[in-house]
């Protein structure tokens, strides 16, 4: 059940969220009125908040994953690293900052890394959620790549675009593997 929204159809979970969401007569409004608040906010419709909204709907959409992810790692943890800190005195916040994160810290990096890069792969959800509006407040890069190339027929600027997105994750990514050798433990 929990890792259901990362299994489900990107556009399935647009529809359901949009439904959810919808200021008139939404599940999510209805569910604002009965507790007293009679003007909910226009997630998806207002400028401000579109955005932050479709973030959220795709961190909801991966965090099961990321949790699977992170419990194998923290599972993953000899025991015997534990025993020894509690015998040194250690707290479980120390041992938490001391044992755990830095054996973790592989995982950690890898997952930062791909989560970076998957949030730039985000046009499906933006085109049946919002098609870039209200005005252009959800418009992002991959959205308008696609329409330069598909809509406008602008082939030549589109690629151009999708090569400046690609050098743009790329140095993204080559600086975190460059930080990562500060903190990231094998």
Known sequence: LIFTPFVTNIVAVAILWGLLLN????LVIEA?????VQEGPMWLYGPQTSLPTLAAISVWKDVAFQMIVYM??????P???????????A?????????????????????????????????ALVRTMTNGGPGDASRVAVLNIYEQA????????????????????MIITV???????KWVHY
Request: charge should be positive.
């Open 32 to 36: 604002l009125k009965l507790v007293g």
């Open 79 to 89: 025991r015997e690293l534990y025993e020894s800190a509690e015998v040194d005195g």
């Open 175 to 181: 600086i975190q593997w460059r930080g990562q050798k």
């Open 23 to 26: 200021p008139f007569g939404g």
């Open 91 to 123: 707290s479980k916040l120390r041992q938490f900052f001391s044992v755990t994160l830095p054996m973790i810290s592989p995982t950690v990096f890898a997952m930062v890394v791909t989560s970076i890069i998957s949030s730039f792969q985000n046009y």
């Open 72 to 77: 194998a790692a923290i599972n993953n943890v």
């Open 150 to 169: 598909f809509d406008y027929s602008r082939f030549s600027y589109a690629s151009a675009q999708a090569i400046m997105l690609f050098g743009m994750i």
